[in-house]
């Protein structure tokens, strides 16, 4: 209980931070440099979850190989 209402006073915070002044009495105006950042950062997170797509893509293939190589070994009678 005590780590929600934390979590919602912080996120009460940024949204006051955010807004500009002039909208509820009192506020950081913050809005214009979150916007910037968000501009600058969403095509950087979006590099990054890509490389890790291809590795998680890489890692299944090498699985799939491996399961194949698996299953026509046990089909394979033992001598």
Known sequence: ???TIIGLVIIAAAVIAIL?????G????WGNDVLAFL???V???AI???IIA???GIADMKDRAEARKEEKNAAAPEA
């Not at 500009?20 to 509820?24: G, T």
Request: no cysteine.
């Open 26 to 29: 009192f506020g950081l105006g």
């Open 43 to 45: 095509p950087v997170a």
């Open 54 to 56: 291809i590795f998680i």
């Open 20 to 24: 500009p002044a002039n909208v509820i």
């Open 48 to 50: 990054l979850v890509g």
């Open 1 to 3: 209980m005590k780590a």
């Open 39 to 41: 501009r600058g950062g």
